[in-house]
């Protein structure tokens, strides 16, 4: 029987990461010179406030900077923003040059006496507070790599000492893939402390869409990108996404509410739940004898998204504004805050104001766009206008490193309205290809179009440069002329943003114009599938299914996995996968396997002929059914095109 293919059917890129080859490098053009020197003129240059918080409390950093896993290959560089001192060039916007240099600075942080984060280790901190045994961890990075080398630094630096908690501030994998490294050294019985809901949003918040998602998370975080005056500075929050291995280490204790007191290790600590904000689950939290508050990832040195340019559930604006209207209250008094990334603010006074003009720029993006909105403008007329108000502009944090009021005014018209605009010509638009010949064909032919592209170009008009080329590309994939401006024309708008993620998706765009896409397999990621549920597995076999293939017919499949106790029955009909607990009537085959077993074949490549064969796994029935239901599954390409047909 064909159980093998059936493995390879389901692989897919779960695991796949995307890369372009390197691709040249274009010189700024004198419109991108004076929109950089513009940009610098506006900025408040003088304000160095973020240097002194970034450095304050610097113990030491690693002296070889690279990270490497067990084989030896790098999966970390600590000094990767160490090219950026001096004045901008004018390949980067001066404001993200100068934030790239605030965020560069990596190493072991002394925040108060019973408490340091390893910073610049990886896209997100690490935080260490001293207990009456031990230390509490928060957040323990990506990778399990970057995680055992935070642990190493203030293991020389401070003490050695056993993990007696951790806690993880929301479901993100930068804030617990690397869980695994302290396993090792965690206590008996310590606490493993998550926000509700933590365990099913860690492992299948990006599982339905995972394919799709990981190919443009390729372009959001520049992962074939150098880092560089050319090539990508950071992602706004962090340097970049370590490599490495992942993990997780389930929650021993999910928090449900707001103002729960614990106190792990002898240290008193107070929760407040913010689910739907940055995360489906997140929650604050601080430490009141301390005056400290950790405001997880829902206060940043950066404005962040309502919606991320890789795709997941729109964020509620309103409720994240609603929920630092809250911790301003919950955590009046603090003298230190610290958070999932960036670095720390001192001071009750600047915490207070911090956090009010944090909320305050999340808050007019929901109010401002929401009015627009109802006056009748549409998520691009809105985004065109909507910009933060002076007054908050003039915050570093409040400015659009990561998170953008173009994308997010977007976002949050979406969040009501869905994407159709109320226009009866979007009902049915035409595909980019279609659209593109006819388009093309309208203005008098492709080189026509090149030609007012190319004027475009000269004039420093580059938006609309990318519009004109976009249609020429897709009527016709093979036009290098337009391929090839299209890419220089991507790079200065590259040069010219200030957001670190629009900056790394121009720069992504120009690379696989000129270079094509290859795809790779990155270390790590199998070791979080052992935490996926059978009801999201069986999910994602139902989006895999294609109709055209199984046509009229149908099957009914029961699964048996005694690891789990439990068994589901799987009907396929009217091009449609049903799942349901237990095993029904009717079924043409049971499948009764270790469900750990079935994990490891369909996302590791351990095939389960083997478990079949020594009698560890077992089919009763037909075995055919199993291989119709093979052959009616559908592959994700985790190569699509983006910038081309």
Not at 154 to 168: D, F, G, N, Q
Not at 508 to 513: K, M, Q, V
Request: proline letters at 6%.
């Amino acid at each position: 029987m064909r159980f093998t293919n059936f493995c390879r059917a389901l692989t897919a890129s779960a695991s796949l990461l995307l890369v372009a080859g390197p691709a040249r490098a274009d010189a700024p053009t004198d419109a991108t010179r004076k929109a950089n020197a513009a940009a610098l003129a506006d900025l408040p240059m003088a304000d160095r406030q973020d240097f002194d918080f970034a450095s304050r409390g610097f113990v030491a950093t690693l002296k070889d900077p690279v990270i490497r896993d067990a084989a030896g290959k790098p999966v970390w560089d600590t000094a990767a923003f160490a090219f950026a001192n001096g004045p901008a060039p004018a390949t980067v916007n001066p404001s993200l040059w100068r934030h790239a240099q605030v965020l560069g600075k990596a190493g072991l942080f002394k925040v108060t006496d019973r408490i340091w984060q390893v910073r610049g280790f990886d896209v997100a901190n690490v935080t260490f507070v001293r207990g009456d045994q031990g230390w509490i961890v928060i957040d323990p990075l990506t990778a399990t790599e970057t995680a055992a080398a935070a642990y190493a630094l203030i293991s020389e630096k401070v003490a050695r000492l056993p993990v007696t908690a951790m806690i993880y501030t929301h479901s993100h994998v930068d804030h617990f893939g690397g869980a695994g490294a302290f396993t090792s050294v965690m206590a008996k019985d310590a606490p493993i402390i998550a926000p509700q809901g933590f365990t099913r949003a860690a492992v299948s918040e990006n599982v339905i869409a995972g394919p799709a998602m990981g190919r443009r998370a390729s372009y959001q975080f520049g992962l074939g990108l150098p880092k560089g005056p050319e090539g990508s500075m950071g992602s706004g929050i962090g340097m970049g996404v370590a490599a490495g291995g992942r993990s997780l280490i389930p929650p021993t204790r999910e928090i449900g509410e707001t103002g729960t007191e614990l106190v792990l290790d002898g240290v008193r600590v107070r929760f407040q739940i913010t689910p739907g904000t940055e995360a489906p689950a997140e929650m604050n939290f601080g430490f009141p004898d301390w005056k400290v508050a950790d405001l997880a990832e829902n206060a940043n040195v950066t404005q962040h998204n309502i919606l991320t340019p890789r795709g997941a559930v729109i964020r509620d604006a309103k409720a994240w504004a609603q929920g630092l209207t809250e911790a301003i209250d919950f955590f009046a008094g603090s003298e230190v805050l610290i958070a999932s990334h960036g670095w720390p603010r001192f001071g009750a006074g600047e915490i207070t104001s911090y956090l009010a003009k944090h909320r305050d720029a999340y808050a007019y993006l929901h109010d401002q766009t929401v009015r627009l909105m109802n006056k009748g403008l549409t998520g691009p007329e809105i985004a065109a206008q909507l910009t933060l108000p002076p007054a908050l502009a003039a915050k570093w944090y409040d400015r659009a490193y990561y998170g953008s009021y173009s994308f997010n005014s977007r976002a949050v018209y979406q969040f009501y309205m869905g994407w159709y605009d109320g226009n009866p010509v979007h009902l049915a638009p035409l595909p980019p290809e279609q659209g593109g010949r006819r388009y093309v064909e309208a203005l008098g032919g492709a080189a026509r179009v090149r030609a007012l592209a190319e004027d475009a170009f000269a004039k420093g008009d580059y938006g609309w440069t990318a519009e004109l080329l976009d249609k020429v590309i897709f009527a016709d994939g093979n036009d290098a002329a337009a391929k090839s401006l299209l890419a220089r024309t991507y790079r200065q708008l590259a040069y010219q943003s200030e957001n670190a993620l629009w900056r790394n998706m121009y720069l992504t765009g120009a690379t696989e114009l000129e270079m094509g896409v290859t795809a790779t397999d990155p270390t790590g990621g199998a070791a979080l599938i052992s935490q996926l549920p059978p009801s999201d597995l069986f999910e994602v076999l139902a989006v895999r299914l294609d109709p055209a293939k199984a046509g009229d017919r149908s099957a009914s499949l029961g699964f048996v996995f005694p690891d789990k106790d439990q068994d589901w029955t799987v009907t396929i009909a009217n091009g449609v996968l049903v799942h349901r607990k237990g095993l029904r009537e009717g079924r043409q085959a049971t499948l009764t396997v270790r469900y750990a077993d079935l994990l490891s074949a369909l996302f590791a490549g351990q095939p389960l002929a083997a478990k079949v064969a020594s009698g560890e796994a077992k089919i009763e029935g037909d075995p055919a059914a199993f291989a119709r239901l093979i052959g009616w599954l559908d592959k994700p390409d985790p190569a699509f095109n983006i910038v081309t047909p």
